[in-house]
């Protein structure tokens, strides 16, 4: 290959053009709705299939399968579950403020049941989406273009009357930016839209007397009124919402909170983990005034029921349910959407000021091909009208002619040579004729029975009607209140048929603020066995079963019960444990395995070493690798809020195998495999942050490995075992730290 044929370019260049490209990509054609009909390309792209497909409102249902596969054979070529999940969404009343799809069998559920497969379900255009939606696709009120592979035509946008983009809201991530667009009331925004068309100066806290704030599907309480003005201003900002709680009377004086609205945000998994929230109170011993919990939730609503024991402070346990659990929510707005290519974060006014002119446009065209229509049918109503004033000459031209090029030249241009007239007369008359081409296409093609008396009373009629409509619609192009008035009066009629009550109700609340059930603070003892089951029991308890509870157990360990315990492992991370998490009861208790209050997994990690967490806080904390690592760390930088951190930094293939608190006055024995002993001062041993690897304890020979970490008071007298073989610490000799060690005699 020549060198003339080689494009040299910067690396960098190419890879920061790519990669625009790409996310510009994901932004205008994927992830983000059109501020003007407020929808995403799959969404539009499968409303339209639906509509070619003639799946309408009143026809019966068609396989969503069918659907998914002519959209993306067509005009989607983007994977088959992403049309059926936009189609899923489309047709869930939980989800969206009004379904664009009537779906037939399984959609899912708001608890977060997925639909079923694609070949069960059943799918037609919901009846809004034929007639608000999809209407006027004949009338050339939008530009179609052509699709991926230019064999079809698609709408660049859908002609939608309403504004799609506040009545559904929208939710999509893109390349560096997000929508977050909640639901509106559609009663509302058709008012709000038509306050715009009266006073387009409005503001937007003048347009927030019709919208009140969002509706969400859900219903619930937005509970921060006051900073509506600023998110709807902005586009930008975090609704508080909260569920509708009720309080019911039971017999014998107990009561019972109802929850039949949640938060728009707690749709799907966050029900179940509504629920695990409040048996963790209850377990926790943050309250003891539930006794049960249900979920009663059906097709009907939601309805979770929280029975309560008598004497129980209601309000109190309503607060530390919104400050507890995700019955307080907040929801993230962001109304981004894309506008004349590009995205654009807009405010209420912006959004409905964009929808506006997009109806004037939408209208316009509209008009202007019914113009057209009603001019054309003028123009051979007065041709049919003349002709009907001159139907003797019109016949003998056409019983003279000898073909109808010539009888169509003489109505047009008054051309007679070739044709045959019974007198001058006509000849004369027949050359003064000056037809359109239409009018003469539509006179050779009248039939006979046109001339009669009332076929002529009613086409005179039709002409007058014709008249009308032209002077009609030439007002509505060219005037702006004659064009307003049309599209208000489309608005009510919308709203007339398809608006409903608001769902969601917008008021100012105060904070939820409860107080917490005080836990008496007292000492108990930890236990866990060899298989990782742990629990704690009363100081007494251990006490009086001392023997068994050491010998049954590997871990022993005194605790405040307010307090945490430090859990590391040969992998170098520390897992911290609420001593509240664990099961407290009776001695012969099982307990639960760790695993299920912390992130320590069984499966994959060793636990080395595990201590209380305030006790540590004043001590220092002895490490050793398996390759001979030490290092000496202060017990404050454990610390920490997390549940899990990184206790120490390992090298390649390495492992913690001791961890032991440790003090200046000590000795240290590092014990390997092969039996080398090596004895030092504890002082030798560098103090680090837990992030540093250490230094080198003992130089170990190849194969070798460090096996046992030993400390123990200078002249105490200390005994351990070495295969079956009893090694006296003291008397082994003093040496220097980073040494190879003496080896016992066997």
Same mark, same amino acid.
């Given at each position: ?196 068309? %009266?006073?387009? $100066? ?5 347009? !927030?007397? &019709?919208? #009140?704030?969002?509706?969400?599907? @859900?219903? =619930? ?88 024991? %008598?004497?129980? $402070? ?5 607060? !530390?349910? &919104?400050? #507890?659990?995700?019955?307080?929510? @907040?929801? =993230? ?88 007239? %019974? ?8 050359? !003064? ?314």
């Amino acid at each position: 290959m020549q060198d003339s044929q080689i494009i040299r370019t910067e690396y960098s260049e190419v890879m920061k053009k790519s990669y625009i490209d790409y996310a510009m990509s994901v932004i205008v054609a994927r992830a983000l709705p059109d501020a003007r009909d407020g929808l995403k390309p799959v969404q539009r792209r499968t409303l339209y299939d639906m509509h070619e497909l003639g799946i309408r409102y009143d026809k019966p249902y068609r396989k969503c399968a069918r659907i998914v596969g002519d959209t993306m054979g067509k005009y989607h070529p983007h994977g088959d579950s992403s049309i059926y999940d936009a189609l899923v969404v489309m047709a869930q009343d939980f989800k969206k403020g009004m379904i664009l799809v009537d779906g037939h069998g399984n959609f899912g559920s708001i608890e977060g049941d997925g639909a079923a497969a694609m070949r069960y379900t059943e799918a037609r255009l919901a009846k809004i989406t034929q007639e608000v939606y999809l209407a006027d696709l004949d009338k050339d009120v939008i530009d179609f273009v052509p699709n991926f592979d230019e064999t079809e035509k698609e709408p660049e946008v859908l002609p939608v009357r309403i504004p799609n983009l506040l009545v559904n809201g929208a939710e999509g991530i893109a390349v560096g930016m997000a929508t977050s667009i909640p639901t509106h009331n559609l009663a509302e925004v058709v008012d709000a839209v038509k306050a715009y068309m %009266k006073n387009d $100066d409005i503001s937007t806290r003048q347009l !927030m007397k &019709y919208i #009140k704030g969002p509706d969400f599907p @859900t219903g =619930g309480i937005v509970v921060n009124k006051d900073d509506l003005v600023s998110i709807y201003e902005s586009g930008t900002g975090k609704i508080k919402l909260r569920g509708k709680v009720d309080v019911e009377e039971m017999k014998g004086g107990k009561k019972r909170l109802v929850i039949s609205e949640i938060p728009y945000t707690m749709i799907g998994a966050g029900i179940g983990k509504f629920l695990n929230d409040v048996c963790n109170l209850v377990e926790t011993k943050k309250t003891s005034d539930i006794v049960d919990i249900s979920n009663q939730s059906s097709k009907e609503g939601i309805r979770i029921v929280i029975e309560l024991k %008598k004497g129980a $402070d209601v309000t109190n346990l309503t607060n !530390m349910l &919104y400050k #507890k659990t995700r019955l307080e929510d @907040t929801f =993230g707005v962001n109304m981004l959407a894309v506008s004349n290519g590009r995205p654009e974060t807009m405010g209420l006014k912006r959004i409905i000021e964009h929808h506006v002119d997009f109806q004037f446009e939408l209208t316009t065209r509209k008009y202007k091909n019914l113009l057209a229509k009603e001019q054309d049918k003028k123009e051979i109503q007065e041709g049919l009208i003349k002709a009907c004033d001159v139907i003797d000459l019109i016949i003998e031209i056409l019983r003279g002619s000898q073909s109808v090029k010539d009888a169509r030249a003489c109505l047009t241009k008054g051309i007679t040579e070739n044709i045959k007239f %019974k007198s001058n007369i006509s000849r004369k008359m027949a050359a !003064m004729l000056r037809f359109t081409e239409r009018q003469a296409n539509a006179i050779l093609e009248m039939r006979l029975y046109k001339l009669i008396g009332l076929e002529i009373a009613a086409l005179m009629k039709e002409h007058e009607t014709t008249l009308a409509n032209i002077a009609k619609y030439e007002d509505i192009l060219n005037n702006y209140d004659s064009m307003a008035a049309v599209i208000m009066e489309d608005l009510d009629q919308i709203k007339k048929e398809f608006g409903r009550k608001r769902r969601t109700v917008i008021e100012n609340a105060e904070e939820a603020v409860f107080e917490e059930n005080k836990i008496e603070e007292q000492e108990v003892v930890f236990l866990m066995d060899r298989f990782g089951y742990a629990r704690t029991v009363d100081a007494a308890t251990y006490e009086r079963n001392k023997e068994a509870a050491d010998s049954e157990n590997k871990y022993v360990l005194h605790a405040m019960n307010t307090g945490k315990l430090c859990v590391f492992t040969a992998g170098g991370k520390m897992h911290q444990i609420k001593v509240l998490d664990l099961p407290h009861g009776k001695f012969r208790d099982k307990g639960l395995p760790i695993d299920n209050v912390s992130n320590y997994d069984s499966t994959a990690e060793e636990i080395v070493y595990i201590c209380d967490a305030e006790q540590t806080r004043y001590a220092k904390l002895l490490f050793a690798t398996k390759q001979g690592m030490i290092k000496k760390v202060d017990g404050q930088e454990f610390q920490v809020a997390k549940r899990t951190i990184a206790a120490t930094k390992l090298q390649a293939d390495d492992a913690v195998v001791s961890i032991q608190v440790i003090t200046d006055n000590q000795q240290v024995v590092l014990q390997t495999k092969d039996g080398y002993f090596l004895r030092f001062a504890a002082d030798e041993v560098s103090e680090k942050k837990k992030g540093a690897i250490g230094v080198r304890g003992i130089k170990l020979r190849k194969e070798d490995e460090l096996e046992h970490v030993y400390l123990f008071e200078e002249g105490t007298e200390t005994k351990v075992m070495y295969k079956e073989k009893e090694v006296t610490l003291n008397r082994l000799k003093m040496a220097k730290r980073d040494g190879t060690g003496t080896k016992t005699r066997a």
